[in-house]
């Protein structure tokens, strides 16, 4: 499933994309729940920004990826048994912080 660092704590300037991929986190999650044992296996790939034209108007982030680096993420995952990967990797800690600041801060920061 392609997701995004979007889903994981959504931001204020962009919460219906962001709230639209944690209902997708939220969907594999169970989904790859309702595989277990069966063989199937489920991938969440979480980029953070990926300068393409579909995010020409987006002002780019801290981390950027390229399609090119996602996809390298994409078949590490898979050949790993990875349940999910994060491009850059750098992001994966990053957003663990920021998953749990309290509100307060998290809206100061997403200003």
Do not use: I
């Amino acid at each position: 499933m392609l997701s995004s660092v979007a889903g994981v704590r959504v931001r204020r300037f962009n919460f219906v994309y962001g709230s639209a991929k944690a209902g997708l986190d939220g969907f594999a999650q169970g989904l790859a729940d309702s595989l277990h044992g069966t063989g199937a296996r489920v991938l969440v790939v979480r980029p953070g920004y990926v300068p393409t034209q579909m995010s020409a108007h987006v002002e780019p982030a801290p981390f950027p990826a390229t399609p090119g680096q996602v996809a390298d993420a994409v078949a590490r995952g898979l050949r790993s048994g990875a349940t999910t990967v994060w491009s850059p990797r750098v992001l994966a800690p990053v957003f663990a912080v920021m998953r749990v600041l309290p509100r307060p801060v998290w809206r100061r920061l997403s200003r």
